[in-house]
C-alpha cells in the first residue's frame, strides 16, 4: 500500500512541476511547453494555454502512472 501511495504523489508532483514548467518557464519553442499564441497584431502577442496540449500533457502522465502502477503490482 504505501508503495501505490508513494506512486501516485511521484506522478502527481512530477505532473505539477511539469505544469509549472510549462506555463511560466518555457518559450514559445520549448517542444514541452503549453503556450499558444492567441492573438498576434504587428505590435504586440498574448500568449495563452493551449488546452490541447493541456490535455495531452494530463492523458500521458495518467497513462504513465497507471503503467508503473501495473508494473509494481505485477512484481509483488
Same mark, same amino acid.
Given at each position: 500500500?504505501?508503495r501505490?501511495?508513494?506512486l501516485? &504523489? &511521484?506522478?502527481f ?7 509549472? &514548467?510549462a $506555463? ?9 511547453t ?8 504587428d505590435?504586440?502577442?498574448? $500568449? ?14 495518467t497513462?504513465?502512472?497507471?503503467? &508503473? ?8
Amino acid at each position: 500500500m504505501n508503495r501505490k501511495v508513494g506512486l501516485f &504523489l &511521484l506522478v502527481f508532483f512530477c505532473y505539477l512541476l511539469w505544469l509549472y &514548467l510549462a $506555463i511560466y518557464e518555457s518559450s514559445m519553442d520549448d517542444w514541452w511547453t503549453v503556450k499558444e499564441i492567441k492573438h498576434r497584431t504587428d505590435d504586440t502577442v498574448e $500568449i495563452g494555454v493551449s488546452n490541447v496540449k493541456f490535455v495531452v500533457g494530463t492523458v500521458f502522465f495518467t497513462l504513465g502512472g497507471t503503467v &508503473l502502477y501495473l508494473l509494481i503490482r505485477k512484481r509483488n
